[in-house]
């Protein structure tokens, strides 16, 4: 059809819907106990909370995911 514009597709979601692998998300190995991953989501999560001084709400709900799929996984 002459003048469209191709659709372009988003990045496919996974389930969890992070479009990227969660330990790299939270900057962790595959091996990481529970432990630590919940603990490296809070602090990771406290920078961004929509309360702090630098508030990301998007950034905020990626790292929650991250953490509830490995901790699902």
Known sequence: MAGTIPFAASPAL???GLDEDPHEILKISPDTS???VK?????KSADVHPDSDSPDTEEYVRIQKAKDALLEG
């Open 34 to 36: 529970d432990d630590v």
């Open 39 to 43: 603990a490296v989501a809070h602090r």
């Open 14 to 16: 996974s389930d969890d």
